[in-house]
Nanobody, 127 residues
């Protein structure tokens, strides 16, 4: 059974940094797609970044390119999201997700493509 547990959220000032982690268990060593999503109050869940666990291909939302980096620590089965130059509009609940099959590369940031989800960790950026 796949389990995903996020940690590392918190409150920072505009321009600050945070590092989110997602501890994954139950994933077999095949090419899963893992991703980070976020959801602000009253808004739809949106994809932030994704990575394939075997070939390491990554994809980022335009709003975070150059500021966020997704990576994985295979030794610890952990997904990482390094967030720099944070802005107030980055505020929201951040979720880790995983799935074995994504219908198209163009949908790697589509939340409907993912089966397994963590419980989320809150990120708040104040101006």
């Amino acid at each position: 059974q796949v389990q995903l547990v996020e940690s590392g959220g918190g409150s920072v000032q505009d321009g600050g940094s945070l590092r989110l982690s997602c501890a994954a268990s139950g994933l077999s060593p095949i090419n899963y797609c893992m991703a980070w999503f976020r959801q602000a109050p009253g808004k739809e869940r949106e994809g932030v970044a994704s990575i394939y666990t075997v070939n390491r291909n990554t994809h980022y939302a335009d709003s975070v390119k150059g500021r966020f980096t997704i990576s994985q620590d295979n030794g610890k089965n952990t997904l990482i999201l390094q967030m720099n130059s944070l802005k107030p509009e980055d505020t929201g609940m951040y979720y880790c997700a995983a799935d074995l099959f994504i219908s198209s590369r163009s949908r790697v940031l589509d939340p409907t493509q993912y089966t397994f989800w963590g419980q989320g960790t809150q990120v708040t950026v104040s101006s």
